[in-house]
């Protein structure tokens, strides 16, 4: 006789539901740490663009203190994303 499959139990279940939950929203995060990113680096980039412009066209200096916040922006920018994609790493591996 052919043994017919059975639906999970309702604790299986809930248990499966809860990691589809953990891995939709450590999805939503890592998406919402890359927008922030890419935000970060088009302002970033057009602050530096627009100061270099200035610099080349009045040999100002503060022109490179503006270039280099700029860049420490982008520096945070890019250590934040990567703080936020080990906590979804850690999240995920704690949910298996």
Not at 2 to 14: F, G, L, W, Y
Not at 37 to 45: E, F, G, H
Not at 57 to 86: H, M, R, S
């Amino acid at each position: 006789m052919k043994t017919v499959n059975q639906p999970p139990s309702s604790a299986e279940s809930a248990y499966q539901a809860a990691n589809q939950s953990v891995a939709q929203s450590t999805a939503m995060a890592l998406a919402d740490a890359t927008d922030n990113l890419r935000n970060l680096n088009t302002l970033s980039t057009t602050a530096i663009g627009t100061a270099l412009s200035q610099l080349l066209e009045t040999g100002d200096p503060k022109y490179l203190t503006i270039i280099d916040e700029a860049q420490k922006v982008i520096t945070k920018g890019a250590d934040n994303f990567g703080i936020v994609g080990d906590k979804v790493a850690s999240v995920l591996n704690e949910s298996n």
